[in-house]
């Protein structure tokens, strides 16, 4: 009833019979430890290669419950073996971060996988846990990550290219063979903007757009690219995408002041009014001139920053 609440309360009213009266009642709601650890996963996998080195960490999958409070805090416990170990990893909302330490060398020639247990247990009174197997595979060596051909790729695109165009193409090579020497491409921790204008093909490393882009939005992008091998080993590369102007915007004039009626004994050179002319497009695109057409004893004089009076020549 409370939701994320660690306590909440709800509140009445009791009529009471002989004598007659009304009674406020507020009952106060506490969270109840009735909901177990549980894992998005009945099983884990875990690749580490034969190369790792003692010592080094590998994140577990956390665990999550559906109450609040200290009967939603979590600890951990791994069974017992002897090529591995639990460490806690605190995280910046607070949470404990499950990770596996590698205890001595692997040889994948010798024993190519393990299983073990990881136990979630939370923090209420009694305790309630949640299991998950964990199977950790020994990969063989792969000792060449990729390697693209330049650190940044830069391209220019008009902003009314459609969908689907090809803006430029990344390449990573892996010296290694099989599996660990086979690459694909991602993106590498980019916002869902950047997905939603431009895509990249996991197997031939072509960017291409995906929405529309516009100048007067947003002119340039830089966003991060990944290259993965079969062995998990990862190389990173920049992408830098200018976007170049189109003149797709028609310019805006703006009336700033009017005056009407003008008294007809008005002298030469009276401002009659005062506009202002506006082109969202740049350089030569956003450049405007302003003219007045027809017959009119008005002319039309450039003030500043896109400003023109309109002002009388004679009666």
């Not at 650890?37 to 960490?57: N, V, Y």
């Not at 302003?290 to 002319?299: Q, R, V, W």
């Amino acid at each position: 009833m409370c939701g994320e609440s660690a306590s909440c309360s709800v509140s009445f009213e009791a009529l009471v019979h002989n004598p007659l009266n009304v009674f406020h009642v507020e009952v106060a709601i506490q969270d109840v430890n009735d909901n177990s650890p549980t894992f998005s996963k009945a099983a884990l996998e875990l690749e580490i290669g034969e190369w790792s080195t003692p010592g080094t960490h590998f994140p577990l999958e956390m665990a999550r419950d559906a109450d609040v409070g200290s009967n939603s805090l979590l600890t951990y416990q791994l069974t017992s073996n002897p090529s591995f170990s639990l460490a806690m990893k605190e995280t910046p909302d607070g949470s404990q971060q499950p990770d596996i330490v590698l205890e001595r060398a692997l040889d994948r020639e010798k024993l190519s996988s393990f299983e073990v247990v990881l136990t979630a247990l939370d923090g209420g009174d009694p305790v309630r846990s949640g299991t998950v197997q964990v199977r950790i595979n020994v990969t063989d060596a792969n000792d060449n990550p990729p390697v693209f051909s330049k650190s940044v790729y830069e391209a220019r695109v008009g902003e009314n290219v459609p969908a689907g165009s090809l803006v430029l193409q990344v390449r990573a090579t892996d010296a290694d063979v099989g599996s660990n020497g086979q690459v694909s491409y991602s993106f590498s921790n980019v916002p869902d903007v950047i997905r939603a204008l431009f895509s990249v093909d996991s197997e031939s490393g072509e960017v291409r757009t995906v929405g529309a882009l516009d100048f007067e939005e947003k002119s340039k992008y830089i966003f991060g690219l990944a290259a993965s091998d079969g062995g998990g080993l990862v190389a990173r590369c920049k992408v830098q995408i200018d976007v170049t102007d189109e003149n797709d915007n028609a310019p805006e004039i703006t009336i700033l002041s009017l005056s009407s009626p003008v008294p007809e004994d008005a002298p030469a050179g009276t401002v009659v009014a005062l506009l202002k002319v506006r082109d969202k497009d740049s350089d030569e695109n956003g450049q405007v001139t302003c003219e007045l057409s027809g017959e009119s004893p008005l002319s039309i004089v450039a003030s500043s920053s896109g400003s023109y009076k309109v002002t009388f020549r004679f009666l």
